[in-house]
């Protein structure tokens, strides 16, 4: 499956983002997807992550209340959406897929999408 991110950009803190990530290939519906983040100079971090039917979804425990992960599987697309961003969100996010559950690690996931860029303004 192929993963397409998008919706980055630079926003003052406070505001709020939508992230999308869009999937082509093989059946979107059989996989669980996760978003993760890097910010300059760390290392890549499990943010968030929604199982294959929306029914279960997970938050690393720092970010819970102001990230919400969701999926349209008729679109192929899974969001995250951000409120009350804040600069020490400034990070590329990543989506991914995995085949096996949603995991916290890089390594349960199957593919990964380019990332796109969240920038945060004090």
């Known amino acids: 499956v192929q993963l397409q991110a998008s919706g980055?950009?630079?926003?003052?803190?406070?505001?709020?983002?939508r992230l999308?990530?869009?999937a082509s290939g093989r059946a979107f519906d059989t996989?669980?997807?996760?978003?993760?983040r890097q910010a300059l100079g760390k290392d890549r971090k499990f943010v968030t992550?929604?199982?294959?039917?929306?029914?279960?979804?997970?938050?690393a425990d720092s970010?819970?209340?102001?990230?919400?992960i969701s999926r349209d599987n008729a679109k192929n697309t899974v969001f995250l959406q951000i409120n009350n961003l804040k600069p020490e969100d400034t990070a590329v996010y990543y989506c991914a897929a995995s085949s096996g559950g949603v995991?916290?690690?890089?390594?349960?996931?199957?593919?990964w999408g380019q990332g796109?860029?969240?920038?945060?303004?004090s």
């Open 8 to 17: 980055g950009g630079l926003v003052q803190a406070g505001g709020s983002l």
């Open 20 to 22: 999308s990530c869009a």
């Open 31 to 36: 996989y669980d997807m996760g978003w993760f």
């Open 49 to 59: 992550g929604i199982s294959w039917s929306g029914s279960r979804v997970y938050y």
């Open 63 to 68: 970010l819970e209340g102001r990230f919400t």
């Open 103 to 111: 995991g916290i690690e890089q390594y349960d996931y199957d593919y």
């Open 116 to 121: 796109t860029q969240v920038t945060v303004s």
